[in-house]
T-cell receptor, first 115, second 115 residues
Framework: AQSVAQPEDQVNVAEGNPLTVKCTYS??????LFWYVQYPNRGLQFLLKYITGDNLVKGSYGFEAEFNKSQTSFHLKKPSALVSDSALYFC?????????????FGKGTTLSVSS | NAGVMQNPRHLVRRRGQEARLRCSPM?????VYWYRQLPEEGLKFMVYLQKENIIDESGMPKERFSAEFPKEGPSILRIQQVVRGDSAAYFC?????????????FGQGTRLTVV
């Protein structure tokens, strides 16, 4: 069965500093990996995805993520954090080789960026 | 192109009543997913449907919960005889196909409160 772990409930960074939100996954086949962001009382917004190819994926709002197959990780990064990046971030995985599978989400990591 | 539409946004039910949550997927999307979000628990997969078919209901509670996605009309998540523990935010997502590299698009959610 596929699963996702986000080991940190909360990440605190100062504005202008780089940020990393961690994600590790477990699938039996090839993974399709996604990051979403949720602002208070809103639905989830898609940020970026890894399907195949370059291990460094660039997405919305200056975010990027690095796929590391040997470490089964897909950490979200941004070189310079903004206060407006403060939100709840979810990593998700789908087993790419299987038809009819749903996205499975981690528990989420709250990012807090201080000014 | 309207996004995923969920209604109502807020729903209050007394214990023992029925709750019906509706989800209209994005135009052209034939796959719908329902998730439940509880504080401290993240986003839990409930059920994955195509038109007139349940593909994966492994996350659905065995009793009182059901879902459908008819040929015409929205997808419905039905909770019978609600209890306080059903209070949560319920999110619907849709995608144009079920497998592969497509991300799912989320609605704003329905916040169910059982009193």
């Amino acid at each position: 069965a596929q699963s996702v772990a986000q080991p940190e409930d909360q990440v605190n960074v100062a504005e202008g500093n780089p940020l990393t939100v961690k994600c590790t996954y477990s699938v039996s086949g090839n993974p399709y990996l996604f990051w979403y962001v949720q602002y208070p009382n809103r639905g989830l917004q898609f940020l970026l995805k890894y399907i195949t190819g370059d291990n460094l994926v660039k997405g919305s709002y200056g975010f990027e993520a690095e796929f590391n197959k040997s470490q089964t990780s897909f950490h979200l990064k941004k070189p310079s954090a903004l206060v407006s990046d403060s939100a709840l971030y979810f990593c998700a995985v789908r087993e790419g080789d299987q038809a009819g599978t749903a996205l499975i989400f981690g528990k989420g990591t709250t990012l807090s960026v201080s000014s | 192109n309207a996004g995923v539409m969920q209604n109502p946004r807020h729903l209050v039910r007394r214990r023992g009543q029925e709750a019906r949550l509706r989800c209209s997927p994005m135009k052209g999307h034939s796959h719908v997913y329902w998730y439940r979000q509880l504080p401290e628990e993240g986003l839990k997969f409930m059920v994955y449907l195509q038109k007139e078919n349940i593909i994966d209901e492994s996350g659905m509670p065995k009793e009182r919960f059901s879902a459908e996605f008819p040929k015409e009309g929205p997808s419905i998540l039905r909770i019978q005889q609600v209890v306080r523990g059903d209070s949560a935010a319920y999110f619907c997502a849709s995608s144009p196909q079920g497998a592969g590299n497509t991300e799912a698009f989320f609605g704003q959610g329905t916040r169910l409160t059982v009193v």
